[in-house]
Structure formats: structure tokens, C-alpha cells
């Protein structure tokens, strides 16, 4: 749901809400026509639908195209929007006619194989659906007499979707492997801590650069953008439609978003691993070491416009329980983390960081290699937008029309994050870093609390009788 989304994000000043957006290659243009050449604001449901069948003569914007299958599936689910597609097709192409228009078909048949290559590519995603595959199949079978070239391209668009289709499923398996893996570590490890707790390794022993360690930290991100799909972001917010008697479009809400979901919960495991990093070394002058090694990962992260971690690393110092280690910081050289929090500062709808970004996104548009092309945005707050965005416009005005004005502005913002992950990540990998990011052990709230309290005494009645609280629940589990 969107409050759990928003609940899962909600690290760092209680800020965040849920989704957000993307796009085709070059995505979107800042707006759409319909058939006549005039601007879509509103339409009916059908006038947009037949606005997007191609004909002979006549074939929708690219933008178009984008918008409507993305903000379709509000009102109708995507085979029936498919099966009303091909309909209009048949019927105005007479398809069900024999013999057919031979002349007629050839001038169509480019057209309505560039829609369902653009659908396909797009929204792979859709196509899993068995229906989506019947429906393609059948109207390509009604042209293809016409031209054997039309069997030749059914089956390599076929051919591509399935390709797509296995990676998305390899990369869904592998997340939930990571999932599967991620540890915790027991809150007892930490109690009593007059020498350093037994695990096996820290950060700084699998890596000492920060560099280093922000390129493997844009893998992570690009990996997991690389299998959100533009409809996630739709679907995160999907309601029932009030002109809709049946069903809501989506009953599977849950794996319709599962990996717009993991990227959050890996936003979340990335505080989690800073902050029990620092919580975790016996002596002050070593946890100040590593506050300075993520303070540098962190500016490394910003210069590669890896702004998702960049957050990540500063929402895990600023939680409570590093923050309150006074002594540590004391022995930190932080002016550089002043400036990165101020970058990232929420003061002004975050005007700072989005200065930043559209920087990153100029430069991302004008690079002469992938590294400068690299923009990966706070995906939280691109969330939020989205979430905004959702919520501050209606779906449907009140005659009934859609608000197509309100799906441009989404495609807009959708289309640019699709353009973004789809950069192929210049840096090589470094398997032991990623495993350790992925399967380290953090702590729970609770055992962070009890490490920083063992690390620096509590200082008020407050923390006292929390450390009370948190020593007898260990005991008690012992």
C-alpha cells in the first residue's frame, strides 16, 4: 500500500511518502495531441483509446503513446485495453473481411506492429499476462497474409519479449535471494561491551576506499533500477475507478510493485548497515574513523551523482543513535559532512538537492561516457513527487473525461527516471564488496540504541531508563 511505502522510506526526518516515474529511450516530450492535432487536457476513456490505434495514414506521438499505456491501466487493465485496440483495428481496417484490402493492410501493418513493438519494450511487464500474447498473436494473424514479413518481425518481437520477460524474472529471484541472505544481528552481541562484539569483519575490512566503495554502491542502485518498470509507479497508487463497476484493475497489488518495494526496503538496509558501522567499534577514536571513511564515501557518491546513497549514508548518521554519540563526533572532521548535509537539506521542498540533480541530469545529457552519464535520484522523494502529484489531481474530472493534463506531467517525470536507469554501470565489480553490503549484519533499532549506550553512557533519565529497558530484555532472552 502507499502508507506502507511511505513507512518503509520514512528514515530520514520522517520526510518520505511513495513512488515514482520513468520513461522510453529518449522518454516523452512535454505534451501530447490527439489525431487532429489539437492538445489533449481532457478526453473520454474511448476518444483516448481511439486516439492511440493506428490507421494507413495516421500514427500516435511517441509521447502519446507512453502516457496513455502508462495511465491507462487506472481505468482498464492492459489486455482489455489490448483487446479494444485490436477491435478498432479489425474493424476499421476490415480485417474480418475476405478478401482482404491488400493495398490497405500494407500501409497499416507497419503501423500496428511499431505499437505493439513499443508496448512490448516499454511494458514488458504486461505481457506476462497470457491474454496480452493471444491478443498480439491474433492481429498480427490477420494481417500477416498480406506480407510474410509480418511472421518474420511477430517473431522477433516475440523472441525479444521473452527475453525480456526471463530477465526481469532472473533479476526478481536474485533480490529476493539478497533478501533471503540480508542478516541481523542479535541485540545480546552487543550488551556488556567490554571488547569488541564477535563479527567476523566491518567495512573498512573488506574496503578502505571511498571511491571504491561508492562505485560498488551505484551497482547496487543501477541493479535495482534496472528492473522497475514505469507501471510500478503507477500502480503503487492504483484505486478504484468511480465509473468502474467491477473489479479494480490490479488485485495483485503487492508483486505489481515488489520491485519499486525492494529498492526501498535496500534504501533502508543501507541506513541501517552506516549506522551500525559506527555503532559497532569498542573504541571512540575507531568510530570516528569510520563517521570520516562514509563522510568521504558519501562525497564520492555526490560526484557520481549517486544521490540515493548519498542519502542513504547521511539519513544513517543523523538517526538518533549515532547522533547522540557526542564524544565520537567530537573526534570527527565534519565540515565536509556539513556541506553534504546541506546539499541535501529538506528546507525548501529539498531546493538544494534538486538544484544538484538537474545539474546531474544536464550533464548526464550532454556525456561522452556512461560515467557522466550515471544520475541516480533520491528515490524516496521522487516518490513523494509522485505521490503528490496523485494526490493533488484527480483522475477524472467531474464530466467523466480523464485528466490527461495530470498523466503528461506523470509521463514527464516517469519518462526522465527511465531515461536514468537505463545507463549501464561503467564500474567494474568488486564481488566481495557487494556480497558484504548485501549480507552484513546490522542491528535492529533496539540493538543500535543498546550499542550506542554501551559505546557513550547515557546522559539523561530519558536514555537511562531506556538502557535499562533494552539491558533486562537481553538478560531475558539469555
Same mark, same amino acid.
Given at each position: 500500500?502507499?502508507?506502507?511505502?511511505?513507512?518503509?522510506?520514512?528514515?530520514?526526518?520522517?520526510?518520505?511518502?511513495?513512488?515514482?516515474?520513468?520513461?522510453?529511450?529518449?522518454?516523452?516530450?512535454?505534451?501530447?495531441?490527439?489525431?487532429?492535432?489539437?492538445?489533449?487536457?481532457?478526453?473520454?476513456?474511448?476518444?483516448?483509446?481511439?486516439?492511440?490505434?493506428?490507421?494507413?495514414?495516421?500514427?500516435?506521438?511517441?509521447?502519446?503513446?507512453?502516457?496513455?499505456?502508462?495511465?491507462?491501466?487506472?481505468?482498464?487493465?492492459?489486455?482489455?485495453?489490448?483487446?479494444?485496440?485490436?477491435?478498432?483495428?479489425?474493424?476499421?481496417?476490415?480485417?474480418?473481411?475476405?478478401?482482404?484490402?491488400?493495398?490497405?493492410?500494407?500501409?497499416?501493418?507497419?503501423?500496428?506492429?511499431?505499437?505493439?513493438?513499443?508496448?512490448?519494450?516499454?511494458?514488458?511487464?504486461?505481457?506476462?499476462?497470457?491474454?496480452?500474447?493471444?491478443?498480439?498473436?491474433?492481429?498480427?494473424?490477420?494481417?500477416?497474409?498480406?506480407?510474410?514479413?509480418?511472421?518474420?518481425?511477430?517473431?522477433?518481437?516475440?523472441?525479444?519479449?521473452?527475453?525480456?520477460?526471463?530477465?526481469?524474472?532472473?533479476?526478481?529471484?536474485?533480490?529476493?535471494?539478497?533478501?533471503?541472505?540480508?542478516?541481523?544481528?542479535?541485540?545480546?552481541?552487543?550488551?556488556?561491551?567490554?571488547?569488541?562484539?564477535?563479527?567476523?569483519?566491518?567495512?573498512?575490512?573488506?574496503?578502505?576506499?571511498?571511491?571504491?566503495?561508492?562505485?560498488?554502491?551505484?551497482?547496487?542502485?543501477?541493479?535495482?533500477?534496472?528492473?522497475?518498470?514505469?507501471?510500478?509507479?503507477?500502480?503503487?497508487?492504483?484505486?478504484?475507478?468511480?465509473?468502474?463497476?467491477?473489479?479494480?484493475?490490479?488485485?495483485?497489488?503487492?508483486?505489481?510493485?515488489?520491485?519499486?518495494?525492494?529498492?526501498?526496503?535496500?534504501?533502508?538496509?543501507?541506513?541501517?548497515?552506516?549506522?551500525?558501522?559506527?555503532?559497532?567499534?569498542?573504541?571512540?577514536?575507531?568510530?570516528?574513523?569510520?563517521?570520516?571513511?562514509?563522510?568521504?564515501?558519501? #562525497? =564520492?557518491?555526490?560526484? %557520481?551523482?549517486? $544521490?540515493?546513497? +548519498?542519502?542513504?549514508? @547521511?539519513?544513517?548518521? &543523523?538517526?538518533?543513535?549515532?547522533?547522540?554519540?557526542?564524544?565520537?563526533?567530537?573526534?570527527?572532521?565534519?565540515?565536509?559532512?556539513?556541506?553534504?548535509?546541506?546539499?541535501?537539506?529538506?528546507?525548501?521542498?529539498?531546493?538544494?538537492?534538486?538544484?544538484?540533480?538537474?545539474?546531474?541530469?544536464?550533464?548526464?545529457?550532454?556525456?561522452?561516457?556512461? #560515467? =557522466?552519464?550515471?544520475? %541516480?535520484?533520491? $528515490?524516496?522523494? +521522487?516518490?513523494?513527487? @509522485?505521490?503528490?502529484? &496523485?494526490?493533488?489531481?484527480?483522475?477524472?474530472?467531474?464530466?467523466?473525461?480523464?485528466?490527461?493534463?495530470?498523466?503528461?506531467?506523470?509521463?514527464?517525470?516517469?519518462?526522465?527516471?527511465?531515461?536514468?536507469?537505463?545507463?549501464?554501470?561503467?564500474?567494474?565489480?568488486?564481488?566481495?564488496?557487494?556480497?558484504?553490503?548485501?549480507?552484513?549484519?546490522?542491528?535492529?533499532?533496539?540493538?543500535?540504541?543498546?550499542?550506542?549506550?554501551?559505546?557513550?553512557?547515557?546522559?539523561?533519565?530519558?536514555?537511562?531508563?531506556?538502557?535499562?529497558?533494552?539491558?533486562?530484555?537481553?538478560?531475558?532472552?539469555?
Amino acid at each position: 500500500s502507499v502508507w506502507k511505502l511511505g513507512l518503509l522510506a520514512g528514515v530520514y526526518w520522517g520526510v518520505f511518502s511513495p513512488t515514482t516515474t520513468e520513461s522510453h529511450q529518449e522518454g516523452p516530450g512535454p505534451g501530447a495531441c490527439l489525431a487532429d492535432g489539437n492538445p489533449i487536457t481532457s478526453a473520454s476513456l474511448d476518444t483516448l483509446i481511439q486516439n492511440l490505434v493506428p490507421t494507413a495514414d495516421y500514427y500516435p506521438e511517441k509521447a502519446y503513446v507512453f502516457t496513455f499505456l502508462l495511465s491507462a491501466r487506472l481505468f482498464i487493465p492492459p489486455p482489455e485495453l489490448l483487446a479494444r485496440v485490436c477491435e478498432l483495428c479489425i474493424k476499421q481496417q476490415q480485417l474480418d473481411q475476405s478478401p482482404l484490402d491488400t493495398a490497405k493492410v500494407r500501409k497499416f501493418g507497419p503501423k500496428i506492429l511499431q505499437l505493439l513493438t513499443e508496448w512490448t519494450e516499454t511494458f514488458p511487464s504486461d505481457f506476462r499476462d497470457e491474454k496480452m500474447v493471444g491478443h498480439l498473436k491474433d492481429i498480427i494473424h490477420r494481417i500477416a497474409p498480406c506480407d510474410e514479413e509480418y511472421w518474420k518481425t511477430l517473431n522477433q518481437v516475440l523472441q525479444k519479449l521473452s527475453q525480456r520477460l526471463a530477465l526481469m524474472s532472473q533479476g526478481e529471484e536474485s533480490i529476493v535471494k539478497v533478501s533471503l541472505n540480508a542478516s541481523s544481528i542479535s541485540d545480546k552481541l552487543v550488551a556488556f561491551k567490554t571488547k569488541p562484539p564477535p563479527i567476523q569483519k566491518d567495512m573498512l575490512s573488506i574496503c578502505n576506499d571511498p571511491y571504491t566503495l561508492a562505485q560498488q554502491l551505484t551497482h547496487v542502485e543501477l541493479e535495482h533500477l534496472s528492473h522497475i518498470g514505469p507501471e510500478e509507479f503507477v500502480q503503487a497508487f492504483v484505486q478504484k475507478d468511480p465509473l468502474d463497476g467491477t473489479q479494480p484493475c490490479f488485485s495483485d497489488q503487492k508483486k505489481k510493485t515488489s520491485n519499486l518495494e525492494a529498492y526501498v526496503r535496500w534504501f533502508n538496509r543501507l541506513c541501517y548497515l552506516v549506522a551500525t558501522e559506527i555503532c559497532m567499534p569498542a573504541k571512540k577514536k575507531q568510530r570516528a574513523l569510520v563517521i570520516e571513511f562514509f563522510i568521504d564515501v558519501a #562525497r =564520492e557518491c555526490f560526484n %557520481i551523482g549517486n $544521490f540515493n546513497s +548519498l542519502m542513504a549514508i @547521511i539519513s544513517g548518521m &543523523n538517526m538518533s543513535p549515532v547522533s547522540r554519540l557526542k564524544k565520537t563526533w567530537g573526534k570527527t572532521k565534519t565540515a565536509k559532512f556539513f556541506i553534504l548535509e546541506h546539499q541535501m537539506d529538506p528546507t525548501g521542498n529539498f531546493y538544494n538537492y534538486r538544484t544538484a540533480l538537474r545539474g546531474a541530469a544536464h550533464r548526464s545529457q550532454t556525456a561522452n561516457s556512461n #560515467r =557522466e552519464r550515471i544520475v %541516480i535520484p533520491f $528515490f524516496s522523494l +521522487l516518490i513523494k513527487d @509522485i505521490y503528490f502529484l &496523485n494526490e493533488g489531481c484527480a483522475n477524472r474530472l467531474p464530466n467523466g473525461h480523464v485528466n490527461f493534463e495530470k498523466f503528461v506531467e506523470l509521463a514527464r517525470q516517469v519518462g526522465e527516471f527511465m531515461t536514468w536507469k537505463q545507463v549501464e554501470c561503467p564500474f567494474e565489480e568488486d564481488r566481495a564488496i557487494l556480497h558484504y553490503l548485501h549480507t552484513a549484519p546490522i542491528f535492529s533499532e533496539d540493538g543500535l540504541y543498546l550499542a550506542s549506550y554501551e559505546s557513550e553512557s547515557p546522559e539523561n533519565q530519558v536514555e537511562k531508563d531506556r538502557w535499562k529497558a533494552l539491558r533486562s530484555n537481553v538478560l531475558g532472552k539469555t
